[in-house]
């Protein structure tokens, strides 16, 4: 019972607070989603108006920007009926070399400035052939404007008689065919007419004359210097005709050209000046720059001769079209027309817009004027400005608090996981790393235990082969080989010994030693004597004495091993008080053999009986305790006494059969 009141406490907890509070977060929630749509909404809105906004300005921006350049034009008394012709000629100029209309019609705004009054034809077309030039000479359009302007001021005279087009369509030509001639360019021509001013005008020499002496002094000099050197000479010619004593006039007192001055003087000092006729020359023109003039030109004379009439040849633009055509680019032109286009979609529409414009800008000078007259309501106005961008921007911060909670925990959970994964590295790492540890070890102990192996067995192997060669161990196999030959000979002697006497190599053997008649001992009582211990004996004793010959040993036998007597040793026994002959030990104990008292009996006589010999039993007694307590057995022994046995042959026998 008590447990189920818990239980219903605890629901009931759940109940009134874990709802509600679920209830909060629902509308805290909601507040944030609400607050992030309504931001979206206005963050859209204006960002769709501005970019509605920039893109009409965009696309008006080329037809605004040559309504700017042609109000400019416009202000120096130009009529709209020429700003249209300026207008239309900017444009195809454009279209045809890619170069900027609305610099076109700035360059215009400088020349009718320059110029003065001009029809919109003179102005189009002047402001052309400045254009053209420009392009030829890689100059920009300002610079060749002001050229051109310097040029009208200069040969004013020709080219009010000419007609002032045709005027700036001929220096055109010409300063483009002087800058192709002399590798020279459009602005050093500028620079070289701007220095030497009026001077070669005043001297009665042509445009032509002058562009060419200019453009060949610019080979090695720069086109300001050029000019000052030729002004320099120019202005020397009248005080150098009395101080050389010669005339550089014509008939109607006009100076003469530039060749013929220069082919007076080179018959006078020659092709090269010494440096008393360069002090000459200088005393008479009055200057160095005059001096160096006369230097340059004096090797070349038909040169400039040649230079000058290339460069009169050109009395229209034609040159200037053609260089400036070879430096056209496509891409360039591309631009140019894509700029044509907005701005003729835009140039009719325009003046409509600008109404709109003119409108809005009007009414919001009305709203400038009511701020001043009424403050207070502008006061207010203003805070409530404020107030709603106060409001956006609580919104706004909420929801960029929601936006940076949700980053944080976004950036907690994938920093988790990352540390997470981390962490599982390092471990992975670990165990990789103990695992190599163990690896390494069991390397290291595999390693250890085949050392050892390899050095025990090794060891091994030179201690066995170290026993092998030594002579103890020839001694011990030589032991062991003896023995396991004793081992064998005594469990198989009967059998060995009874094939040899019935084989027939032995028969014929006999045949031949008794027919030979030997006396002694026959050869089969020899052979039936043999025991295989006096083989082993025999055998030992050799091995010993050559064992002894190896230096540093020497076995005596005499205590260590036991001794066997030999199959010819008598021993004398009394059996009744009768002498009789006993064998050695070992004939007598040997199996198969004659009975002890047949050969006894076959062997006794007078003359053969000795002394008793010491008793068998103790001599066997001493050997058994030389032989360190080892048992030898000798086999079965049979004993026939025809005669009976004495009391002491009776108490050996009893010691053999017990083993003693």
Do not use: C
């Not at 039993?617 to 030389?626: D, E, G, I, L, Y």
């Amino acid at each position: 019972m008590r447990h189920l009141e818990q239980l219903m406490l605890t629901v009931g907890l759940v109940d009134k607070v874990t709802r509600p509070i679920q209830g909060i977060n629902q509308q805290i929630q909601q507040t944030g989603e609400l607050g992030r749509q309504s931001m979206d909404r206005m963050v859209g809105g204006a960002a769709g108006l501005a970019a509605s906004s920039v893109a009409l300005y965009q696309a008006l921006m080329p037809a605004i920007e040559m309504d700017r350049v042609l109000g400019e034009v416009k202000s120096l008394g130009v009529v709209q009926e020429d700003l249209d012709q300026l207008s239309q000629t900017a444009t195809e100029f454009s279209i045809e070399f890619g170069k900027s209309a609305t610099e076109f019609v700035g360059a215009a705004y400088d020349i009718k400035s320059a110029m003065g009054d001009l029809s919109g034809e003179e102005l189009a077309g002047i402001t052309k052939s400045s254009a053209v030039l420009a392009a030829a000479t890689k100059a920009d359009t300002a610079t060749i404007t002001a050229y051109m302007g310097t040029m009208y001021g200069t040969f004013k005279k020709q080219a009010d008689a000419m007609g002032k087009d045709n005027f700036a369509a001929m220096v055109a030509g010409q300063t483009a065919q002087a800058v192709e001639s002399f590798k020279t360019t459009g602005a050093e021509m500028s620079a070289a007419f701007t220095s030497i001013g009026a001077a070669g005008t005043a001297a009665g020499a042509s445009m032509a004359e002058q562009m060419a002496v200019l453009g060949t002094l610019q080979a090695t000099m720069s086109g300001s210097e050029a000019g000052t050197k030729y002004k320099s000479f120019l202005n020397g010619i009248a005080g150098a005709q009395d101080k050389l004593n010669m005339s550089f006039v014509d008939g109607n007192g006009n100076a003469l050209g530039m060749v013929e001055i220069l082919q007076k003087l080179k018959d006078q000092f020659g092709d090269t000046l010494t440096v008393a006729e360069s002090d000459a020359l200088k005393k008479a023109f009055g200057s160095d720059e005059a001096v160096a003039l006369i230097k340059q030109m004096l090797p070349d004379i038909d040169g400039l001769a040649n230079s000058i009439n290339n460069v009169g040849r050109q009395t229209g633009m034609d040159k200037a079209t053609q260089m400036a055509g070879a430096m056209t680019d496509q891409w360039e032109r591309l631009g140019a027309v894509w700029f044509a286009l907005r701005a003729g979609a835009g140039a009719s529409v325009l003046p409509t817009i600008n109404e709109l414009v003119g409108s809005l800008v009007d009414g919001m000078a009305v709203l400038v004027k009511w701020t001043q007259l009424f403050p207070n309501l502008t006061e207010i106005v203003t805070w409530a400005a404020i107030g709603f961008a106060a409001l956006t921007a609580v919104a706004a911060s909420w929801t960029l608090i929601m936006g940076i909670g949700g980053s944080i925990m976004a950036f907690y959970g994938g920093a988790m996981s990352g540390l997470i994964g981390l962490m599982k590295l390092l471990r992975l790492g670990f165990v990789l790393t103990k695992t190599a540890q163990l690896a390494w070890m069991a390397i290291q102990a595999v390693a250890a235990a085949g050392t050892f192996l390899l050095t025990g067995a090794f060891s091994a192997l030179g201690v066995a082969m170290a026993f092998v060669f030594s002579p103890f161990f020839l001694i011990i196999a030589a032991l062991a080989l003896l023995a396991v030959g004793a081992v064998w000979l005594a469990r198989n002697w009967d059998s060995l010994k009874a094939s040899i006497m019935e084989s027939e190599a032995f028969t014929t053997l006999m045949g031949l030693l008794d027919a030979a008649q030997l006396k002694w001992q026959s050869f089969m009582d020899m052979l039936g004597n043999l025991s295989p211990f006096d083989l082993l004996g025999s055998a030992l004793d050799w091995l010993i004495e050559k064992i002894n010959l190896i230096p540093g040993i020497n076995i005596n036998m005499g205590s260590s091993a036991p001794t066997v007597p030999r199959a010819t040793q008598e021993v004398t026994r009394s059996y009744s008080g009768a002498p009789i002959e006993q064998s050695n030990l070992a004939r007598a104990l040997s199996p198969g053999q004659d009975s002890i008292n047949q050969r006894l009996a076959a062997s006794r006589t007078p003359d053969t009986v000795k002394a008793p010999s010491p008793p068998l039993m103790p001599q066997m007694a001493r050997v058994a305790s030389q032989n360190s307590g080892k048992t030898v057995q000798f086999g079965d022994v049979h004993i026939k006494a025809e005669q009976g046995m004495d009391p002491q042959a009776l108490a050996e026998w009893e010691e053999l059969q017990h083993g003693f």
